[in-house]
């Protein structure tokens, strides 16, 4: 496809991708809803009569909302009428935005915009669906004979995660004061942690019109439930977690900061990516079954930037290492009859692949502390330092064009002293 907006060919945000976000500027101090394309944003609020199509001709209030919950709300066939309308619209042989009376209203440069989160998240789920993470952790803690628990290949491990401190790529994480056990057999401590860390995830929004209390939705017909994908850290203090999680799980570990990206890329950018779902052994029950592939081959990528600046890649790894789908996932949290609204967050987990320079996390990296990760400025790492940055990069490469997830960032501050 070939747009009249002029970007390289590994730029992240082509015309095949046009992720929705929220931005505002000096100008429009709002929130409003947008589009990526190269490295401007399209405002929808401004075009959104243009979006005349029989399903958003009555909805075109929508794109005139602060965040993206409503359009997501609409289901699939509205997000496929836009995304047609949006390629139409941007496409080099259409002029109707290429007036430059039009045009200067209605694009704006990313480097002069502020990131909102895209979505009000009411409620915010993490998995644990990355083989090789589970068995890496499974043997750091209890051995290579018992490194998956017994119900890890029966259902997609999850638990309920804290909404609130869900924030947008580049707000800064404070490092978490807590309880921990830093000897075995004596009392707790209480002070900041120590083993603070990051978790390489990507993470799903929810769409389509809300389900009621009591609904389930299976695998076969959860893929019309999900509307995009960000990616995740979901920072973690380990000797926390160690002290906390015995007998409920992740608490005050988990909940003090997650940073996800500011661009959702939606199902459809990611179509022509899919790779077939990993094999799992023994066959899930009928109501996580689904024929269709919903495992992508999105590379990721992670830097560590500590205060000297020098950036370290320190993992690349691949979403397609998933043992458990998004649409499983999905199914498993509404077997009960759990509802679900648009705009709820759902997490992959940290995704680690097979070999120990893709490993998603510094507890693996350093295998439990015991191994140096070394970085280009000469220093090295078991565990982040304050003013450590992580930044998370994740795409998909096409025949002459890359979707791109842009970047998802995140700086550690000091513990608060008091």
Known sequence: MKSFINYSADCDFPIENLPYGVFSTKDIPEKTIG????????????IANYFDGPLLK????????????????????????????????????NPTLQNPTIRSKVFIAQKNATMHLPAKIGDYTDFFSSIHHATNTGIMFRGKENALLPNWKYLPVG???????????????????????????????????RLMDFELEVA???????????????????????????????????DIQKWEYVPL???GAKNFGTTISPWVITMEALE??????????????????????????????????????VVTTICRSNFKYMYWTPQQQLAHHTVTGCNINPGDLMASGTISGETSDSYGSMLELSWKGTRSISLKDGTTRKFLQDGDEIILRGYCVGDGYRIGFGSCTGKLLPAHTE
């Open 35 to 46: 589009v990526a394309i190269g490295d401007e944003i399209l405002n929808l609020n401004a």
């Open 249 to 251: 799980g992740p608490f």
């Open 58 to 93: 009555d909805k075109q209030d929508v794109f005139r909302r602060d965040c993206l919950n409503d359009f997501m709300s609409l289901g699939r066939p509205a997000w496929l009428e836009a995304r047609a309308k949006l390629q139409e619209l941007l496409s080099s042989g």
């Open 272 to 309: 022509p990516f899919k790779v077939p779902n990993m094999s799992q052994d023994p066959t899930p029950f009928s109501y996580l079954q689904h024929d269709k592939s919903c495992n992508f081959d999105i590379k990721l990528e992670i830097d560590l930037k500590p205060p000297s600046g």
């Open 159 to 193: 638990y309920h995660g804290r909404a609130s401190s869900v924030v947008v790529s580049g707000t800064f994480i404070r490092r978490p004061r807590g309880q921990t056990l830093p000897i075995e057999g004596a009392a707790p401590a209480f002070g900041p942690s």
């Open 204 to 238: 799903f929004f929810v769409g389509g019109p809300p389900t009621n209390l009591g609904d389930t939705i299976p695998a076969s017909k959860a893929y019309d439930h999900i509307f995009g994908m960000v990616l995740m850290n979901d920072w973690s203090a380990r």
